[in-house]
């Protein structure tokens, strides 16, 4: 990984599939300019979920290219932040070096849903919403404190 002059926030879950790669995508789209922002497993699935790249296309926010990461890439490099968005990753989050700053937000995961198409898809995006409401309000927070 290349070193940024961009703080580093880490952004885990445990599949790295559904929520870290949402609450990626807000947060580059409301804070990528200041903050280098990445997404990782604990146990990753090695894809993103369809559903995921489509509920954030239908806001306008492009996740295509993104990849399922194991966490252990990022265990050399310097962490700012580390964002848990399930419990899982929360309890199986190891230690970076560093001591990064934590925080842990945890969220439904959609990929566990059942129903219809379109209910499994409610189910996405209301998870979607739910995160980019933590993440906007995350990145004003950073935002405010930089202007410090």
């Not at 001591?99 to 219809?116: E, K, Q, T, V, Y």
């Amino acid at each position: 990984m290349i070193a940024t002059p961009n703080p580093l926030v880490l952004i885990l879950c445990t599949g790295n599939s559904c929520r870290s790669h949402l609450a990626e995508g807000f947060l580059r789209a409301a804070a990528g300019e200041i903050l280098d922002v990445q997404s990782a497993g604990s146990i990753p699935v090695g894809r993103v979920h369809p559903l995921a790249i489509v509920v954030m296309r239908e806001i306008g926010i492009d996740i295509s290219g993104h990849r399922s990461k194991h966490l252990n890439e990022f265990l050399t490099t310097p962490v700012e932040t580390v964002i848990t968005v399930c419990d899982r990753a929360g309890e199986a989050c190891p230690v970076f070096p560093g001591n990064p700053i934590r925080r842990h937000w945890a969220f439904d995961d959609p990929a566990l849903a059942i129903g219809s198409e379109e209910e499994v898809r409610a189910v996405f995006r209301r998870v979607r919403d739910e995160i980019r409401r933590v993440m906007e309000a995350y990145a004003a927070g950073r935002r405010a404190q930089k202007r410090l």
